[in-house]
């Protein structure tokens, strides 16, 4: 089973910038299709970003599309979130996930493997 563990969270003013990253151990990112969600305050968990299965195709949330980038590192076997500017409304814990699916599925269910989580506070 893969493990994923997120890292670069942390506390930035609004327009800011941060990169997360999602490194995985007992499996290969690209074998995945990849996702990240984010929890905020007292809502539910909600999809930010998915790249499917060796990249072939990226899928945004439109509250992120234009702000936020996926890539990888395979030699690193890592996965990391560029978001720029940033806005109050971004805080959240976010989280790493991969899915055995084909496509980018949206749903927190349709993901198989999750990380423990980063906060990520935007403040105005």
């Known amino acids: 089973q893969v493990q994923l563990g997120e890292s670069g969270g942390g506390l930035v003013q609004a327009g800011g910038s941060l990169r997360l990253s999602c490194a995985a151990s007992?499996?290969?990112?690209?074998?995945?299709?990849m996702g990240w969600f984010r929890q905020p305050p007292g809502k539910e968990r909600e999809f930010v970003a998915g790249l499917s299965r060796s990249g072939g195709s990226a899928r945004y949330a439109d509250s992120v599309r234009g702000r936020f980038t996926l890539s990888t590192d395979n030699a690193k076997n890592t996965l990391f979130l560029q978001m720029n500017s940033l806005k109050p409304e971004d805080t959240a814990v976010y989280y790493c996930?991969?899915?055995?699916?084909?496509?980018?599925?949206?749903?927190?269910?349709?993901?198989?493997?999750w990380g423990q989580g980063t906060q990520v506070t935007v403040s105005s």
């Open positions: 996930a991969a899915s055995f699916s084909w496509g980018v599925p949206t749903t927190a269910g349709a993901y198989n493997f």
């Open positions: 007992g499996g290969t990112v690209s074998t995945y299709t």
